[in-house]
């Protein structure tokens, strides 16, 4: 069975810190790694992708991948209450399927 | 911009009623997929289509169907609605050269009674 895993929280961190978000996967051949942002009671939106090992950032968003050690995270720097949300790690499982982590619940306190 | 409309925001329904979630997708996308989320549990892939009148299982397919007769349209068939079907549902598409690029739709909660 290939997993996602993620602390639930909430992480609770003050405004204008950095957020730090963390996901590990179990199936070594995923290529695709993605996260998306659900605020309360709203469907998943993208927010950020990755495909090679490494750092790509956009704007406060920064996500870093480690196939070796099948681990992926998010930073998210100067946070603002508007950050607070639940952030799901996705991994794409091949054959079309993507894999969703439970979320981490991200609270931001002004 | 991806618009991913879903049918109803809320529903619900009796147990044993044939219950059909309609999800309409505008950008020409040819993958559809359907999910239910639970708290704790994350999205969970019920079934996708690929191309037209084409299907494929997903993770927990038991006690739904679907249907696309149509590439902007995939409807959810819950044959016999039971209370452990009670849940969000989501609908997601993503255009065929990027799969896993999923663009969600606002979500029906349905509540089986």
């Known amino acids: 069975q290939k997993e996602v895993e993620q602390n639930s929280g909430p992480l609770s961190v003050p405004e204008g810190a950095i957020a730090s978000l963390n996901c590990t996967y179990s199936?070594?051949?995923?290529?695709?790694f993605f996260w998306y942002r659900q605020y309360s009671g709203k469907s998943p939106e993208l927010i950020m992708f990755?495909?090679?090992?490494g750092d790509k950032e956009d704007g406060r968003f920064t996500a870093q991948l480690n196939k070796a050690s099948q681990y992926v995270s998010l930073l998210i720097r100067d946070s603002q209450p508007s950050d607070s949300a639940t952030y799901l790690c996705?991994?794409?499982?091949?054959?079309?399927?993507?894999?969703f982590g439970a979320g981490t619940r991200l609270f931001v306190k002004a | 911009d991806v618009k991913v409309t879903q049918s109803s925001r809320y529903l619900v329904k009796r147990t044993g009623e044939k219950v059909f979630l309609e999800c309409v997708q505008d950008?020409?996308?040819?993958?559809m997929f359907w999910y239910r989320q639970d708290p704790g549990l994350g999205l969970r892939l019920i079934y996708f289509?690929?191309?037209?009148?084409?299907?494929e299982k997903g993770d927990i397919p038991e006690g739904y169907s679907v249907s696309r007769e149509k590439k902007e349209r995939f409807s959810l068939i819950l044959e016999s609605a039971s209370t452990n079907q009670t849940s969000m549902y989501l609908c997601?598409?993503?255009?065929?050269?990027?799969?896993?690029?999923?663009?969600f739709g606002p979500g029906t909660r349905l509540t089986v009674t």
């Open positions: 997601a598409s993503t255009p065929g050269q990027r799969h896993y690029e999923q663009y």
């Open positions: 199936d070594r051949g995923s290529q695709s």
């Open positions: 990755i495909y090679s090992n």
């Open positions: 996705a991994v794409e499982s091949g054959g079309f399927k993507t894999i």
């Open positions: 950008m020409d996308h040819e993958n």
């Open positions: 289509s690929y191309d037209v009148k084409m299907k």
